[in-house]
């Protein structure tokens, strides 16, 4: 292959309108494939059209411009508002339901209306719509192959390889086990199934996620690679300590969507064992989600309400400032594919404890790790590292170090490798017919 290939590529949610992990990860990622020189148009819904910078328009009057100055990687906006998550609130079930955040996996028959919490009376509507539209879009382009992210683009993508006759590479962030324990949304998880048997090639996030679509959904082993996720390396806002409000208190994070995915039961349950050996604790939840509400209520009723700060949703440098005041960064996932959040605590000189049941703890080796379940060995190894110096700072000073291996230039390379392979492979069964 001498030609460059062209990457006709298709997602759902892209910075500075993002809900989670997956717009952190497309950004990071077209970023590297910019800088590499790869060749790629980007569908994305947007609720206000956006213009990027350098070489790459939308095809609409932009509302916003974008920062980054894309040179190779062109963007086509596509008028939607297309989003999975419904604010917290907006549905009657997001303060009702099972025991606690992690009652679906535990298996409770009230909480099974909760793996449907996570999406709006009009999103399958919306992902249709968005397919029509990525077709027309795609009529108008040229392109050598087809990379779609996660479910709500599945459609779109196999309507587009289905009128153009491209190889299909899907990428799987996230999957609706992983979203909704065994309570899953069968039209979702029937979405899923079909985009993953229709693709070419199947790429996940880290070896755990290749675990669930090899059982969970039947495809076959070699069909499927794993590309781990990077970090981004721009340097964090850093704020002068004056700046950010007084500090008493040794400060625990947790940065995340609130949903039963995230695992905020087992956090705060930690967080009560952690108080009644100290006080001078305080933890912050920043994140919204169909648990949040029942998350302030938990809190409340374990005694730690007074303890326990939720911010909501956090956005830019208020991201930095929560890192900058945190003493310690807990991801007690139930189910997480990768986990971009502990390299970015990393990043920002905060030690991390991660859940095992995590991409991430697959390769990162610098941070403490836990079952979910287990809320006494969190709690105690909370407790080790804000009483424990020398260990706050080991665990800092090798997570920082170890963040410099996770590039999205190596990702971005990596996928390029199974285009290269999978576009040879489609030439060279349509020339063998």
Known sequence: MNRALRTFMLGWEFPPYISGGLG???????????????????????????????GAGGRQKAACEHPYPFRTVEFRTIASALRPYVPAGQFAGSRQGGKGPGAAHAGSRRSAHISSAHYGSDLFAAVEQYAQKAVEIARHESFDILHAHDWMTFPAAMAVAGASGAPLVVQVHSTE?????EHVNQQVYDIERAGMHAADKVITVSHYTRNIILHRYGVPGEKVEVVYNGVEYDQPAAFPVETLPVKTDKIVLFLG????????????RAASRVLEKMDNVKFIMAGSGDL????????????????????RFLRGTDVDKAYQ?????????????FGIAPLEALR????????????????????????????????DKIIAVLQRPP????????????TSKFRWEDSAARIYDIYETTFNAAQAAVSGR
């Open 325 to 337: 005041m945190a003493d310690l960064y807990v991801m007690p996932s139930v189910s997480e594919p």
């Open 391 to 402: 260990l706050h700072q080991a665990l800092r000073d090798n997570g920082a170090s170890e």
């Open 257 to 268: 969507r609130i949903t039963m995915q995230k695992g905020p039961e087992y956090f705060l």
């Open 292 to 311: 949040l509400y029942q998350s302030v209520e938990m809190a409340a009723e374990l005694g730690i309400g007074h303890k326990v700060l939720f911010t």
């Open 24 to 54: 952190t990860a497309c950004y990071g990622l077209t970023k590297a494939m910019d800088r590499l020189g790869m060749q790629v148009v980007f569908a994305l819904p947007m609720a206000e059209p956006m213009r990027f910078g350098g």
């Open 177 to 181: 086990f992983d979203r909704s324990g």
């Open 348 to 379: 920002h000189n905060v030690p991390v404890l991660i859940s095992k049941q995590s991409g991430i703890s697959e390769i990162l080796h610098s941070a403490l790790k836990v079952d979910f379940w287990d809320i006494d060995q969190m709690a």
